[in-house]
């Protein structure tokens, strides 16, 4: 049995104060709930602060990004192992969000999933196509490639550690989801090229979440797909109620 995900993406928003503040009134909404898993991904400068305010319960922290060596001369990037000091488990790589505005290619994604797994982070992958790529009927051999080169070189007990999100770019802060039965097939072809690469069992192993304007009203219809593990939130997650709602499968 997968143990879906559910993981709240900050994006560029909060302080730290407010970002203390989201926590609390997210902690009083959120029920302590075994089956799933719940992770916040604040930015770097609040990564500290949601540390602290989520000791002691079941939710976990999670980073927006990663560079992919471990120290150095690299100004304004940062590290796994500075993300790993800071009890950050989680990792988002390759949102469209970078490759669009940071230039992230399939090779540097590639680096920093393999960076993430050395110093035990879970890479939440971001793969999916454009509006203009899905009207040229070329969603599944793009987002198959983007799936082979974020796993190229991998091996298949680090691949087991991976989550992968399926994000179309039209769906993202648009208002304009997949359809779940859409979100599932796209998913559920993710998953059968993760087993060409490693066989079924490991493929079965790998948590896929959907993800592009989910909030309530429309998380309860995608988790009842069966490929669908969970989400990755954006807008919605910045609003305690909406996001303990998501969390709940509620409507
Ligand atoms: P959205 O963003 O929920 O605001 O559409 C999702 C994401 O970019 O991860």
């Known amino acids: 049995m997968r143990v879906p995900v559910i993981a709240g993406n ?7 104060e407010e970002a ?3 926590c609390r009134a997210l902690l009083t909404h959120l029920d302590v709930l075994d089956d799933r898993e719940v992770v916040l991904c604040p930015p770097f400068t609040a990564l500290a602060t949601v540390s602290e305010a989520i000791r002691g319960t079941k939710v976990v922290l999670g980073a927006q990004n990663v560079f992919y060596e471990d120290s150095g001369a690299y100004t304004g ?16 790589i390759g949102h469209s969000e970078r490759r669009q505005y940071f230039g992230e290619t399939d090779e540097m994604v590639n680096r920093k999933v393999k960076a993430a ?4 982070l879970k890479p939440i992958i971001c793969v999916g196509e454009t509006l203009a790529q899905r009207e040229a009927g070329v ?13 190229h070189d991998i091996a ?7 989550v992968v999100a399926y994000e179309p770019i039209w769906a993202i802060g648009t208002g304009k989801t ?9 998913i559920g072809m993710i998953r059968g090229t993760l087993g060409e690469i490693y066989g079924d069992s490991v493929a079965q192993a790998i948590r896929i979440q959907y993800g592009g304007s989910v909030k309530p009203g429309n998380m309860a219809e995608l988790m009842q797909e069966p490929e669908i593990d969970g989400a990755l939130v954006g807008g919605a997650s910045l609003d305690a109620e909406s996001f303990a709602r998501i969390v709940r499968y509620d409507d």
């Open 10 to 16: 900050w994006k560029m928003n909060k302080t730290p």
């Open 20 to 22: 203390a503040a989201l």
């Open 77 to 92: 990037e940062i590290s796994p192992l500075m993300l790993q000091a800071l009890g950050v488990k989680y990792v988002i």
């Open 117 to 120: 797994l050395q110093h035990d």
């Open 139 to 151: 969603t599944e051999t793009l987002v198959k490639s983007q799936v082979d080169k974020a796993f």
């Open 156 to 162: 298949a007990d680090e691949a087991k550690q991976v």
């Open 178 to 186: 997949a359809t779940s039965r859409e979100a599932n097939r796209v």
